[in-house]
């Protein structure tokens, strides 16, 4: 069995098909999850971008030791391709994010091959003077709002768009073909094609910077949402998505596309119609995903491929537009639009395909995943479970809660039924954040604060939650804190 790993930088799991969305064309990614097993409950353990790569590839938790956060890998630390060295596993890194290739964090190293995409994000590709890019001005591109000159960011965001400018310039990203996604799974294709009929087995993890901002999505998927009616992406009362009547009156194909924006509050960075607008330039993105991925597919099958090859695709990490006042990762606030992540398992052949698990599964699966695929044992210092048995019936869970963190600022405990957010170092400029409980699955989004209507399961909530974290630090999850009778309470 070889295996393919494709994952997905910020991708909500609200914009896809197979968790719900009725609006956004995702046909490719729906054929996988009918094809696939889907899972309903999966998410990181520590996030953002780099501390959920080596979730993956380590298989342990670290969200509590800001030595294991955005943090290069460290050289005796065994990761995945190390893993596979000797077993006869040749493996591929094939990648346009550009924070994996930053100098000195070591996200590149032990795979057989690896290649890089350039020109992603704020990825320094073209030097600044490089005559192939021409006079670069932001105020000639009117999908970029910097913020005032006297913000103490002013001077990072004008660095990072000018470089984004100078990028799209010279790569012409403007043009579908040459679109970071687009070129990746080429390279992917091609990779694919060189293998052959070799006999040993293969492991390509493909890491897809998009739908990650800068939005620069191009024609027609930067508008062909635009239009769209209702906009089924609104909270309501309980958090689920419902039609929203505030925007019936506007327009927002007359509403500015926003590249990209800073981090912030809504009302700050973009006002309403500009985030009703962004979420549409975002959705696009993840159409133009899905068509790639498309063409990723059809070559597997082509090849056939999809008959000895194990695909697992998911995300690290969802995406904040503005369920709670803030458009993305402005603070380590850890509600479900960032940390319920899309996780597709598809066997080969399509085997056991079509079903859905409710098991609770997080990033640190992936690896003893992908090891029980290999038909190789479980790695002694790996904290997670090999999800194939789920699949194949022969258990219904690996764990009875998710615990997960976020810069060690935040931490929170997800159940079934219960999301406890716990801010653990609060910013001295912010006021001091209380614990917060929601109830689900009602509570899709987390719009309602239920904490003072059950005391007594939110502190044991938080006590398992501080126990999981201390053991943790430990380095030892042998006697894991049990979360007493938890099940047993029902929101009402």
């Not at 294991?68 to 040749?90: F, H, K, M, S």
């Not at 924006?261 to 899905?290: F, Q």
Request: negative net charge.
């Amino acid at each position: 069995m070889n295996v393919i790993v494709v994952v997905c930088n910020s991708l909500h799991l609200g914009f896809l098909g197979a968790y719900g969305n009725g609006w956004i064309e995702t046909p490719h990614l729906d054929r996988l999850a009918a094809e696939g097993v889907v899972f309903d409950h999966h998410f990181p353990e520590n996030l953002t971008t780099l501390p959920t790569r080596r979730s993956w590839w380590t298989g342990r938790y670290g969200f509590p030791d800001p030595e294991q956060g955005w943090t290069p890998l460290q050289p005796d630390e065994a990761i995945l391709p190390d893993l596979l060295w000797n077993q006869g596993v040749r493996t591929a890194l094939i990648s346009d994010v550009p924070l994996l290739r930053d100098v000195g964090q070591g996200y590149g190293r032990g795979f057989d091959e690896v290649r890089w995409i350039r020109g992603q994000g704020y990825d320094p590709l073209v030097p600044p003077g490089d005559p192939r890019a021409g006079k670069i001005r932001i105020s000639d591109e009117p999908g970029l709002r910097l913020p005032p000159k006297d913000d103490p960011d002013y001077d990072l965001w004008k660095g990072r768009w000018e470089q984004f400018l100078r990028n799209r310039a010279v790569l012409q990203t403007d043009r579908e073909e040459n679109t970071g996604v687009a070129r990746t799974v080429r390279s992917a294709i091609d990779w694919l094609e060189t293998q052959g009929t070799k006999p040993d087995p293969f492991l390509l993890w493909l890491d897809l910077f998009s739908p990650h901002g800068p939005w620069d999505t191009p024609e027609p998927y930067r508008d062909q949402y635009a239009a769209a009616e209702p906009d089924e992406f609104e909270a309501g009362e309980e958090g689920d998505l419902v039609e929203d009547d505030s925007d019936e009156e506007l327009d927002l194909e007359e509403v500015r596309a926003l590249i990209d924006v800073p981090a912030g509050a809504v009302g700050d960075v973009l006002d309403e119609a500009e985030l009703l607008r962004l979420r549409r330039t975002y959705a696009g993105t993840v159409t133009l995903v899905d068509r790639w991925l498309g063409e990723l597919f059809d070559a597997l099958r082509r090849q056939g491929r999809m008959d000895d090859t194990l695909i697992i695709f998911t995300s690290d990490q969802g995406e904040p537009l503005g369920e709670h006042g803030l458009v993305r990762r402005f603070r380590p606030w850890l509600y479900e639009e960032l940390i319920h992540t899309p996780l597709i398992i598809r066997m080969p052949g399509g085997k056991f395909g079509g079903g859905r698990h409710k098991a609770l599964v997080q990033t640190v699966d992936l690896l003893p995943t992908i090891l029980g695929a290999l038909g190789l044992p479980p790695s002694e210092q790996v904290h997670g479970h090999d999800l194939l048995p789920l699949i194949r019936g022969e258990q219904t869970k690996v764990r009875d809660y998710a615990c997960m963190g976020m810069d060690v600022e935040e931490f929170a405990i997800r159940t079934h039924i219960w999301h406890m957010i716990v801010p653990i170092e609060t910013d001295p400029d912010d006021p001091p954040r209380p614990p917060e409980l929601y109830r689900k699955p009602e509570d899709r989004w987390d719009q309602n604060n239920v904490i003072d209507r059950y005391p007594e399961i939110a502190d044991h909530l938080e006590l398992t939650l501080r126990r999981f974290a201390e053991a943790v630090g430990r380095g030892s999850l042998d006697a894991l804190p049990h979360l007493r009778e938890i099940a047993r309470f029902s929101p009402d």
